[in-house]
Every structure is written in structure tokens, then in C-alpha cells.
Nanobody
């Protein structure tokens, strides 16, 4: 069964940290670029970060630059989103997703892909993990 599974969400105080994981089963993640998106109920889904197949390039939403770090361990078939200095406005359901065309889109558009991520179609989606930043 092909699936992506996110984990690591929870309740954290402002300024705190969380590490989200995105584990793949049924396929090899190292064949794919990976995207992280988030969505607040009633708002549009937005791209947060993405990483190329090799892990050599990462791109971030401007509001998370310097606070979030995306990495991957292809041997573990897992991608990690380290989130530091969390703010209440980071509260959302976080999803990882991938598509066979994502690597090519990133190569063509680079950082501009971040603004496009919410509108792209993806082959695989996880069910999401809730991050709540509140005191």
C-alpha cells in the first residue's frame, strides 16, 4: 500500500520547537522531491517548504525562513521538518506530499515554486498532523 504518514505534531508554546516527520511506505522517497504544506480551516492551503530528490536544494516560505529546516534521510525513507521559534500563526495542519513532476517544477522555477505549491496536483498526500502553537 502506497502512503505517506506525517507525525510529530502537537501543542507547543510560542518560541518552542517541533520536528515533523514524513515517512513513506510502498515506494521509495528518494525518487521524489517532497513538499510540505499547511492549512488552517477556512483558509487556502499554502506551501511551506520543499526539498529536491538529493536533498541538495531546499526552499521555504518567506515567513518560515531561518526558523524551519527541511531535510531528508533517504535510507530511512523519511523527510523531516524541524520547526523552531514557533509562532501562533504557524498553527495549522501540516501535510507532506509528492508528485513525479515536482522535481522538474522545482528545477524550472526554483524559489517561485513555493508560491505555487498550494495549487499543484500531487500523486501522494499524507493525512496531516496538527501543529498548535499557543500559550
Amino acid at each position: 500500500d502506497v502512503q505517506l504518514v506525517e507525525s510529530g505534531g502537537g501543542l507547543v508554546q510560542p518560541g518552542g520547537s517541533l520536528r515533523l516527520s514524513c515517512a513513506a511506505s510502498g515506494f521509495s522517497l528518494d525518487d521524489y522531491a517532497i513538499a510540505w504544506l499547511r492549512q488552517v480551516p477556512g483558509k487556502e492551503r499554502e506551501g511551506v517548504s520543499m526539498i529536491t530528490k538529493s536533498g541538495g536544494n531546499t526552499f521555504y516560505l518567506d515567513s518560515v525562513k531561518g526558523r524551519f529546516t527541511l531535510s531528508r534521510d533517504n535510507a530511512k525513507n523519511t523527510v523531516y521538518l524541524q520547526m523552531n521559534s514557533l509562532k501562533p500563526e504557524d498553527t495549522a495542519v501540516y501535510y507532506c506530499a509528492t508528485d513525479r513532476t515536482l522535481e522538474g517544477i522545482i528545477r524550472e522555477f526554483g524559489q517561485r515554486t513555493v508560491g505555487m505549491m498550494g495549487q499543484l496536483d500531487y500523486d501522494y498526500w499524507g493525512k496531516g498532523t496538527l501543529v498548535t502553537v499557543s500559550s
